[in-house]
């Protein structure tokens, strides 16, 4: 959708290395978040941030830490990746407390 | 914590049958949306219930909200090829700050 992108869109690394995804948003949104998708388990949240600087937890955080520096990025690290963290990461902002843009996603895959 | 269940999981239906997906939260929501998701692509917004017993209309799409707002249900009349995809209910609490759970998601097959 017009107004978020994600990069890269594709990326293999290796076990044990960082890795660290973008998401940018162009809508001056708050709220942003970040989403792993993995067969039978939907959409399950990472982090989230609703502020510059301004981020908290998620049900599946462990591993993964955000950063928000600025309005229109929010950053995914994983600090050393394993094969569980194998998946597709959607970024979504949210106007107020309407529904959730997606970002076209990350596809990551950990050997 | 908030649990959201959608049912079924898969539906194969023959072009021009009707389809229904349904949601159960554990917790009372304060709204619910409905997300569709083509194969291979991201989650697209389709709509947002907010009030108790409500129902909204998207051309062949309707949607209900529950009266004790703990259950909701796409139903899409007369499937078409375009149908084809995966949708998801996602239940925000009352105290959640902005956050909804998702359904697992029920993915749709449509034979022409």
């Known amino acids: 959708d017009a107004g978020i992108t994600q990069s890269p869109r594709h990326k293999v690394t290796e076990t044990g290395t960082p890795v660290t995804l973008r998401c940018h948003q162009t809508e001056n949104h708050r709220y942003m978040y970040w989403y792993r998708q993995d067969p039978g388990h939907g959409l399950r949240l990472i982090h989230y941030s609703y502020g510059v600087k301004d981020t908290d937890k998620g049900e599946v955080s462990d591993g993964y830490s955000v950063s928000r520096s600025k309005t229109e990025d929010f950053l995914l690290t994983l600090e050393s990746a394993t094969s569980s963290q194998t998946s597709v990461y959607f970024c979504?902002?949210?106007?107020?407390?309407?529904?959730?843009?997606f970002g076209s996603g990350t596809r990551l895959t950990v050997v | 914590g908030q649990q959201v269940m959608q049912i079924p999981q898969y539906q194969h239906v023959q072009e021009g049958e009707d389809f229904t997906t349904y949601c159960n939260s554990s917790t009372t929501l304060s709204n619910i949306q409905w997300y569709k998701q083509r194969p291979g692509g991201h989650p697209v917004f389709l709509i947002q219930?907010?009030?108790?017993?409500e129902v909204k209309k998207q051309k062949r799409l309707t949607f209900q909200f529950g009266e004790a707002k703990k259950n909701s249900s796409l139903h899409i009349t007369a499937t078409q090829t375009t149908d084809v995809g995966t949708y998801f209910c996602a239940g925000q609490g009352n105290t959640n700050a902005g956050k909804s759970t998702f359904g697992d998601g029920t993915t749709l097959t449509v034979k022409p």
């Open positions: 219930l907010v009030k108790s017993g």
């Open positions: 979504a902002i949210r106007a107020g407390m309407g529904g959730y843009t």
